[in-house]
């Protein structure tokens, strides 16, 4: 791979990153950053979407068909906010085990 790219929301622009983690084992578990708490449901399909440039909008399927191929097309997290707080640039995330009760 010669580049990651990371598009936090669909319409907003991409950005380069040097390392992702392995989110597709994050489901029944949260994400702390800041004072915030997320919670991570499961995985889910991708839609089409995804094979639309935020840039450029030009399509290209291939993007979907890996998707499809590499991962049964579920790649996409559903995730909710446990507990709302305060997040910061250059704040930590951490994989944590859900409090009881709270993972799907």
Not at 17 to 24: C, G, K, R
Not at 78 to 95: A, Q, T
């Amino acid at each position: 791979m010669s580049e990651l790219w990371r598009y936090p929301v669909k319409s907003l622009r991409g950005e380069r990153v040097d390392v992702a983690d392995a989110e597709l084992h994050w489901a029944g578990y949260g994400l702390r950053v800041g004072g915030a708490l997320i919670g991570v449901r499961n995985r889910r399909s991708r839609c089409v979407m995804t094979t639309f440039d935020p840039d450029t909008l030009e399509q290209d399927p291939t993007v979907l068909l890996h998707v499809v191929r590499s991962f049964g097309g579920r790649v996409a997290l559903d995730c909710w906010v446990e507990r709302p707080g305060e997040v910061r640039v250059g704040d930590r995330v951490e994989v944590v085990e859900l409090p009881a009760g709270l993972a799907a």
